[in-house]
């Protein structure tokens, strides 16, 4: 039956035109339709998530033409949106490709982002930054015409238009070099990693990747996509764009990452460098402490001076 719900949204999905119709909302076999107002998407989800249908309609249409401008995207057509709080038709929808720490997927071949909800509702990653990653991919596959790019710069891409950087990440890149295992960014280009850990560490270096390479111009983004589509070549594309290789970029950017965290990772396992900070915590809470008790004293003299102050 639930494998029935989502062939007749299919079927329904094949027939609806590159745009969608003023918004509405219509039942099909259990589920909602939610046609946006201002943008190509259809939103299928179940009753019980209306109001997150809802949120992620204005989220795509609030983002989708600032983050294809930022590509040097001009059209893009209809992309189908599923909510489903439901384990099997999720993994129905995927195909199983998706480890379990993922929240969403994309498939740009079928222009489909899908959402397990329950996950999504969990996760500490809002979901204005779910929308806008899985929307990235949609719009750089559609900006290079289906070719090919390492998996490293579609999901570092992601990242940075979805504004999803964090301390997390940061710490995460730390602790990869304190044991000595910081990995190329060219190591990611297979399939996703299967542990979570794993793969908060590929997503931040990947994230550093292309912060480098469009730090300074940002404009080059919209060079090296045209160059791709043109050329079906990112490694050329990469060197007519920058003026090193993809190989070139990963030995800098490696050294980089090791004398921008390095310094940190060699604090953190020193036993030295813990007794200071523990020390410097200890100084700090009992500054405050003595600083609290004379507030409280000062208070207890002013009321026996006058009852009626407080």
């Not at 390492?150 to 238009?161: D, K, Y």
């Not at 300074?216 to 060197?239: C, G, H, K, N, S």
């Not at 036993?271 to 004293?297: A, D, E, S």
Request: charge should be negative; charged fraction near 25%.
């Amino acid at each position: 039956m639930k494998r029935l719900i989502i062939i007749v949204l299919l079927c329904l999905v094949s027939i609806h035109g590159a745009y969608a119709a003023p918004s509405s909302t219509v039942g099909s076999e259990g589920y909602g339709t939610l046609l946006s107002d201002d943008g190509p998407f259809i939103i299928h989800y179940e009753p019980r998530f209306e109001r997150m249908a809802r949120r992620v309609d204005e989220l795509l249409t609030g983002s989708w033409k600032e983050l294809a401008r930022e590509i040097g995207l001009e059209r893009v057509d209809t992309v189908n949106v599923y909510i489903t709080g439901d384990e099997d038709v999720y993994r129905s929808l995927h195909g199983g490709f998706i480890p379990e720490w993922g929240a969403a997927y994309c498939n740009s071949g079928r222009r489909e982002i899908g959402l397990n909800a329950d996950v999504v509702l969990k996760s500490p990653r809002p979901i204005r930054i779910v929308i806008k990653h899985e929307l990235s991919h949609i719009l750089l596959a559609d900006r290079v015409a289906g070719a090919c790019v390492p998996r490293w710069f579609a999901e570092g891409l992601a990242m940075r238009q979805a504004g999803e950087w964090t301390f997390g990440h940061q710490w995460g890149l730390v602790s990869a070099i304190w044991a000595k295992r910081l990995p190329y960014i060219e190591d990611f280009d297979g399939p996703l990693p299967r542990g979570a850990s794993e793969a908060h560490l590929a997503y931040g270096i990947s994230y550093c990747a292309v912060e480098e390479l469009l730090r300074e111009r940002p404009e080059d983004l919209i060079t090296l996509t045209a160059y791709v589509r043109d050329l079906e070549d990112f490694d050329r594309a990469f060197t007519l764009t920058f003026g090193e290789s993809h190989g070139e970029f990963s030995t800098r950017l490696h050294t980089q990452l090791l004398n921008r965290y390095g310094t940190t990772a060699v604090l953190l396992r020193s036993v030295p460098y813990w007794g200071v900070m523990t020390l410097l915590f200890l100084v700090v809470f009992l500054i405050k402490m003595y600083r609290g008790r004379r507030k409280l004293r000062e208070w207890e003299s002013a009321e026996r001076a006058d009852p009626n102050l407080f």
